[in-house]
């Protein structure tokens, strides 16, 4: 895999790294980076930071020079696997790619407009704490291959009788009322196949699921709001 988006210098790709680390925080999880994923490349960049800071404020000794090495081609390697495994147009946009410091390709494609049609579900339940969405277009709907690139699932979950505020502002931001509308949903994640199975904790069983898709293009445009559906977790 080529590495030449990576910056040159030592101090330039810190500097990536760090930024990577704030975008991860407010997107990472609806790009698929989990938490566990996220704090282990945090760790890995403050160990190349301390490691830098510690070599410029002493003397430069070998075995300092290599706990510089270590610490740079560790966090490196983390990045180009995070970069291989998770960072596409989409679900990035042109604007999160650039957020991240890379650069876009001049042949990135600027003439599809953005979907103009719009999606829902039907649910299955292959087992137990599993929900299977099976994605279809609305009857009517207006059908563009070269815009409908793909799926963009917003979810949600509903405890009986609501979430408390701190479970509304916990690691799974659950809902504290039935949501109206997509913008209501917390997670998001983009898919091309029209099946997608959503694997849920044991302890959801028996909340309420809420959905709402929109057609995402290849630029990371999206489409209006599909209507609202949910289920109830098995």
């Not at 566990?36 to 510690?54: C, G, K, P, R, Y």
């Not at 059908?143 to 699932?153: F, L, S």
């Not at 505020?165 to 109206?180: D, H, M, S, T």
Request: proline share 7%; hydrophobic share 35%; glycine share 8%.
């Amino acid at each position: 895999m080529s590495t030449d988006w990576l910056p040159s210098t030592r101090a330039g790709q810190l500097e990536m790294a760090k930024t990577w680390v704030r975008v991860f925080s407010e997107k990472g999880e609806g790009w698929g980076i989990i938490e566990t994923m996220q704090i282990d490349f945090n760790n890995l960049v403050t160990i190349a930071q301390s490691a830098l800071e510690a070599a410029i404020a002493s003397e430069r000794t070998h075995s300092m020079n290599q706990r510089v090495r270590t610490a740079f081609d560790n966090m490196t390697k983390a990045m180009r696997d995070i970069k291989r495994r998770y960072l596409f147009i989409p679900p990035l946009t042109e604007e999160d790619w650039v957020s991240l410091g890379l650069k876009l390709h001049d042949n990135t494609m600027t003439n599809v407009h953005a979907p103009m049609g719009q999606a829902e579900a039907d649910i299955t339940y292959p087992g137990p704490h599993l929900l299977m969405l099976h994605i279809k277009l609305l009857a009517g709907t207006i059908h563009d291959a070269r815009a409908d690139y793909g799926y963009r699932i917003y979810y949600g979950v509903l405890p009986p009788g609501g979430a408390s505020p701190e479970e509304a502002a916990g690691p799974k931001r659950y809902l504290q009322k039935a949501p109206v509308s997509g913008e209501e949903l917390p997670h998001s994640k983009f898919k091309r196949r029209k099946k997608e199975t959503f694997e849920f904790p044991a302890e959801d069983s028996g909340k309420t699921a809420y959905f709402c898709i929109r057609l995402e293009n290849s630029k990371g445009e999206v489409g209006p709001w599909g209507p609202m559906f949910s289920a109830v977790i098995p």
